[in-house]
């Protein structure tokens, strides 16, 4: 990786992590606003609508992957007409996708309470459930008619671009919908705020992209020739089952939860989920930014570097996954309890399992990675299509058939994630472009893992002692940050990923401490 792409990286991830973690802050405060002001009831029902809509965006069967994939050679040719061809078809598919997301969301109206176990658990004050379905289903509809653009800025390395848009609006979102929680709003006017703020978002970076890039205009009616349409067309095949089971595994845990154990506990779990995405979004905020430029490198350069590459991100994958799971699993309860009260609990075992499936999920990111910028999808198009129907099956079976409740729905995604992903995704990547042995990704799996138990245990230890207040919550934030240090210094202080980054983190401290000079 050369100076420029290091440079864009950095400062694509700093972007994304300052937008991210200020709209997590205004984020859990607008949570906690709701909760106190509508109640847990109200999160289930949001959170049933968006996994159901999130399997209706199935549809888009991974398109969006394909033409960025698409994208990095013309990229780095400056090929103005190419690029603009790949986003006229960008545009002509996503207007497709949106109408038939729209049509099929409309037919779904008459079935919305198959959905739902216990009518009586709905909120006496609720408005007809059809009115905020279709709230939601707009709400979904916005970016696939406005917002396909912003693919282009991030495929440039100007991804700080997208993250600086999204976090105005993000802000607005939030105070607005916070003042109408206080001001005793109803449910239907936070949904309203929440579509206006994503019409404005997408239309604004839509108007952004034409302003860097005018060359989307003036050759806006460029066609994408066979040779490059086949390719998409390959890679779409290839990404649809892929797309496929990735909506099915993250659309269907809420939906059987909730046939399962009722509204309530989905509420429950929707805030487990939400910080885990926050967690999830904030490591992806510092790895998803050198997506473009390991794409950039792959249509430059050759395996060798790419290899190298590979496990410097991975290094970087692996503390951000045993930090954050850490945390997660020391503090997730904690926090859940004096933020939301005891009330709002699930239990230590949900917490156990929950988490351990975090890290597994995380630890996905680096091949994912190679994967969407090596094209590789053909290689994985069979593999969420087993996940989803594993996941779908054993959390049935456990959570309903074996009355386990919650608990055995997230053991059955657990178990379909590690007899999937955990061997499938750095397979692929290891077999099929670098063509090398995974003896080094497994051994440096495992020191991660052993690392995850280490640190687990020393922090866990003290954690346990601290009072549950927001000072016992700094301390046991600190005491899990100094846990993985330790333990990452031990295990890897000897490996080129961790000099890499020593030598990084030297070099940009020197020129820091230069300019404040």
């Known amino acids: 990786m050369n100076q420029s792409r290091t440079q864009k990286s950095l400062k694509n991830t700093f972007f994304a992590l300052f937008s991210q973690l200020l709209a997590v802050f205004l984020g859990f405060l607008c949570r906690t606003v709701f909760i106190y002001t509508l109640g847990n009831s109200y999160l289930g029902i949001s959170s049933l609508f968006s996994n159901v809509l999130s399997l209706l965006s199935i549809t888009e069967l991974g398109f969006s992957t394909a033409i960025i994939y698409t994208m990095y050679k013309p990229i780095a040719n400056n090929d103005q007409k190419?690029?603009?061809?790949?986003?006229?078809?960008?545009?002509?598919?996503?207007?497709?996708?949106?109408?038939?997301?729209?049509?099929?969301?409309?037919?779904?109206?008459?079935?919305?309470?198959?959905?739902?176990?216990?009518?009586?658990?709905?909120?006496?004050?609720?408005?007809?459930?059809?009115?905020?379905?279709?709230m939601y289903l707009i709400n979904t509809l916005l970016t696939y008619f406005y917002g396909y653009k912003r693919s282009i800025i991030i495929a440039t390395q100007n991804g700080y671009i997208n993250s600086t848009n999204t976090l105005v609006f993000v802000v607005l979102r939030n105070i607005l919908q916070i003042f109408i929680l206080l001001c005793g709003g109803?449910?239907?006017?936070?949904?309203?705020?929440?579509?206006?703020?994503?019409?404005?978002?997408?239309?604004?970076?839509?108007?952004?992209?034409?302003?860097?890039?005018?060359?989307?205009?003036?050759?806006?009616?460029?066609?994408?020739s066979q040779e490059d349409l086949s390719k998409i067309k390959k890679n779409i095949v290839a990404m649809a089952s892929y797309r496929l089971g990735f909506g099915l595994i993250n659309g269907t845990d809420n939906l059987i939860i909730t046939k399962v154990s009722g509204f309530l506990v989905t509420g429950l779990y929707s805030n487990y989920m939400l910080l885990n995405s926050t967690v999830q979004e904030l490591y992806r905020q510092i790895i998803t930014p050198m997506t473009s430029a390991v794409g950039n490198l792959i249509a430059t350069s050759d395996k060798s570097n790419s290899y190298h590459l590979f496990f410097k991100i991975f290094f970087l994958n692996g503390f951000l996954a045993v930090f954050s799971s850490v945390c997660l699993i020391?503090?997730?309860?904690?926090?859940?309890?004096?933020?939301?009260?005891?009330?709002?609990?699930?239990?230590?075992?949900?917490?156990?399992?929950?988490?351990?499936?975090?890290?597994?999920?995380?630890?996905?990111?680096?091949?994912?990675?190679?994967?969407?910028?090596?094209?590789?999808?053909?290689?994985?198009?069979?593999?969420?299509?087993?996940e989803a129907l594993l996941n779908i099956v054993l959390s049935w079976i456990l959570g309903h058939s074996m009355n386990l409740g919650i608990e055995g729905v997230i053991l059955g995604t657990l178990i379909s994630n590690l007899t999937t992903n955990f061997w499938w995704e750095p397979f692929v990547v290891h077999?099929?472009?670098?063509?090398?042995?995974?003896?080094?990704?497994?051994l440096d799996y495992c020191k991660y893992f052993v690392c995850f138990c280490l640190s687990y245990l020393l922090s866990g230890y003290f954690v346990q002692i601290f009072n549950e207040n927001l000072f016992g919550l700094i301390l046991g934030f600190l005491t899990s940050i100094?846990?993985?240090?330790?333990?990452?210094?031990?295990?890897?202080?000897?490996?080129?990923?961790?000099?890499?980054?020593?030598?990084?983190?030297?070099?940009?401290?020197?020129?820091?401490?230069?300019?404040?000079?």
Do not use: H
């Open 82 to 134: 190419k690029i603009a061809a790949l986003m006229n078809l960008y545009a002509q598919v996503y207007r497709v996708m949106g109408i038939i997301i729209l049509v099929v969301g409309i037919i779904l109206i008459p079935f919305l309470n198959l959905f739902i176990s216990d009518i009586s658990q709905m909120p006496t004050d609720l408005p007809p459930i059809w009115i905020i379905y279709l």
């Open 186 to 224: 109803a449910f239907v006017f936070y949904l309203l705020i929440q579509l206006l703020t994503t019409f404005l978002e997408n239309i604004r970076i839509s108007l952004i992209a034409d302003k860097m890039y005018p060359y989307l205009k003036t050759y806006n009616k460029e066609k994408v």
């Open 330 to 386: 020391n503090l997730i309860n904690p926090f859940i309890k004096l933020l939301w009260g005891k009330q709002s609990l699930l239990s230590y075992v949900f917490v156990f399992v929950f988490v351990i499936n975090a890290f597994v999920t995380c630890m996905r990111e680096t091949s994912k990675i190679f994967i969407d910028t090596a094209g590789l999808f053909w290689f994985i198009r069979w593999k969420t299509i087993v």
């Open 431 to 442: 077999k099929y472009y670098f063509d090398k042995p995974l003896s080094k990704y497994y």
């Open 482 to 517: 100094f846990s993985c240090s330790v333990f990452f210094v031990l295990l890897f202080y000897n490996t080129d990923e961790f000099r890499y980054y020593l030598t990084l983190f030297s070099n940009i401290l020197k020129k820091l401490s230069k300019k404040s000079l």
